[in-house]
Structure formats: structure tokens, C-alpha cells
């Protein structure tokens, strides 16, 4: 009877983690801004894997969320850019899977409540932003003729980095927090995710 219940929870748990997956992707889809190089600002795509982590904790978060990395690749333009074979699986790695597979770690301070959790969603967005500031600076240094804002670039990654990845991933991660705040003040949404946090 145990096995049955586990089982029916871990079906349960993948059902929400593959629905809020579609919703993010479709989130995904609705920008406020779209930069070159696949930089794009959007209605919350990040909360839904947010909180699948704050739900089921970090486990399942870092699934999800890397689940969801895959998604962006496919969504993205990293192959029309003509990078060579090392910058593009480089790219792949950093401006993809890891930057968005940590979005997984939003539920590592769910156990202190309100605070907890907003604090992790802010922790998960930060550390993204991080991935791409490192990415930024790691492999975007010696790109030929790279303009960005009617500037050249090269020679200066580290300014370039903060610049290109703060304008959309700050007013992205506004948004998503802001949203988050909205959510858990709603009563249900809170019995909801705490229902299963383990």
C-alpha cells in the first residue's frame, strides 16, 4: 500500500512538473523584449519551474529545469550564429542548460516560508544571471566585430557581460519575483505548494 501511494505521488509529481514545463515554454514565448543573441524579456517563463522546485523541492526542480533548458535550445538561435564546433558546444552548456537547469535550485530555502521562498526564486534568477555573465565573459571576448547598443564590444567582456545580461535578465527576474509575491499571498496557492513540501 506504501509502494502505491509513492507511486501515485511521484505520477503526480511528474504530471505538475511536465504541466508547469508547458506553461513555462509557453511563457517563454511571450516577450517584452527580444535582444540579439537570444536575450529576451518575458512574462514569468522562469516562475512556473520555480515553483515546481519550491513544490517538490530541489530534486525535481533541477529535472525540471533542466528538462526546460532543452526547450530553450530548440527555441533558440545558437546554431545560425556561425560559431565554431567548441564556442557552440561551450554555449550550449553555459547560455542553456546551466543557466537555466539552476533555475531548479529556487526551492532550497522553501522551508522558511514566505521569505524562503521569494529568497530562493531571487537566489535562482541571480545565479542564471551569473551563467550568463560568465558565458559573457568566457566565450562572447574575442567574437570579430561584435556591436551591441550601436557599441563595439571587444576588450571589454566584463562591462559588455553586465550590460547585455542585466538589460533583460533584471527587468526578467522583477517580474518574476513580483509575480511570485502576487502568488503567495493567495492563500490556496500556498496550501498548494506546501502540500508536498517534503
Same mark, same amino acid.
Not at 507511486?7 to 516577450?31: D, G, H, N
Not at 546554431?79 to 533555475?103: K, N, R
Not at 551591441?148 to 550590460?163: K, T
Given at each position: 500500500?506504501?509502494?502505491?501511494? %509513492?507511486?501515485?505521488?511521484r505520477?503526480? &509529481?511528474?504530471?505538475? /512538473?511536465?504541466? %508547469?514545463?508547458?506553461?513555462?515554454?509557453?511563457?517563454?514565448?511571450?516577450? @517584452?523584449? !527580444?535582444?540579439?543573441?537570444?536575450? /529576451?524579456?518575458?512574462?514569468?517563463?522562469?516562475? $512556473?519551474i520555480?515553483?515546481?522546485?519550491?513544490?517538490?523541492? $530541489?530534486?525535481?526542480?533541477?529535472?525540471?529545469?533542466?528538462?526546460?533548458?532543452? @526547450? !530553450?535550445?530548440?527555441?533558440?538561435?545558437?546554431?545560425?550564429?556561425?560559431?565554431t $564546433?567548441?564556442?557552440?558546444?561551450?554555449?550550449l552548456?553555459?547560455?542553456?542548460?546551466?543557466?537555466?537547469t539552476?533555475?531548479?535550485?529556487?526551492?532550497? @530555502?522553501?522551508r522558511?516560508?514566505?521569505v524562503?521562498?521569494?529568497?530562493?526564486?531571487?537566489?535562482?534568477?541571480?545565479?542564471?544571471?551569473?551563467?550568463?555573465?560568465? /558565458?559573457?565573459?568566457?566565450?562572447?571576448?574575442?567574437?570579430? !566585430? @561584435?556591436f551591441?547598443?550601436?557599441?563595439?564590444?571587444?576588450?571589454?567582456?566584463? +562591462?559588455?557581460?553586465?550590460?547585455?545580461?542585466?538589460?533583460? %535578465?533584471?527587468?526578467d527576474?522583477?517580474?518574476?519575483v513580483? +509575480?511570485a509575491?502576487?502568488?503567495?499571498?493567495? $492563500? !490556496?496557492?500556498?496550501?498548494?505548494l506546501? &502540500?508536498? &513540501?517534503?
Amino acid at each position: 500500500m506504501k509502494k502505491l501511494t %509513492m507511486k501515485r505521488a511521484r505520477i503526480i &509529481a511528474l504530471c505538475e /512538473s511536465a504541466m %508547469m514545463l508547458a506553461l513555462a515554454v509557453v511563457l517563454s514565448y511571450i516577450k @517584452f523584449a !527580444q535582444l540579439p543573441f537570444d536575450g /529576451s524579456i518575458t512574462l514569468g517563463s522562469m516562475l $512556473p519551474i520555480c515553483l515546481v522546485a519550491i513544490k517538490y523541492g $530541489p530534486k525535481w526542480g533541477l529535472g525540471t529545469a533542466f528538462c526546460y533548458s532543452w @526547450f !530553450q535550445i530548440l527555441q533558440g538561435g545558437v546554431f545560425s550564429y556561425g560559431l565554431t $564546433p567548441g564556442m557552440l558546444i561551450a554555449s550550449l552548456f553555459l547560455d542553456y542548460i546551466l543557466a537555466f537547469t539552476v533555475l531548479g535550485l529556487a526551492g532550497i @530555502f522553501r522551508r522558511k516560508g514566505f521569505v524562503g521562498k521569494i529568497g530562493g526564486i531571487t537566489l535562482a534568477c541571480s545565479l542564471r544571471f551569473f551563467v550568463h555573465f560568465l /558565458s559573457g565573459i568566457i566565450l562572447w571576448t574575442n567574437y570579430e !566585430q @561584435f556591436f551591441a547598443f550601436g557599441v563595439e564590444w571587444i576588450n571589454r567582456p566584463v +562591462l559588455y557581460s553586465i550590460c547585455y545580461n542585466g538589460v533583460y %535578465m533584471l527587468p526578467d527576474t522583477i517580474i518574476t519575483v513580483v +509575480l511570485a509575491i502576487i502568488l503567495f499571498k493567495i $492563500p !490556496q496557492i500556498n496550501r498548494i505548494l506546501d &502540500a508536498k &513540501a517534503d
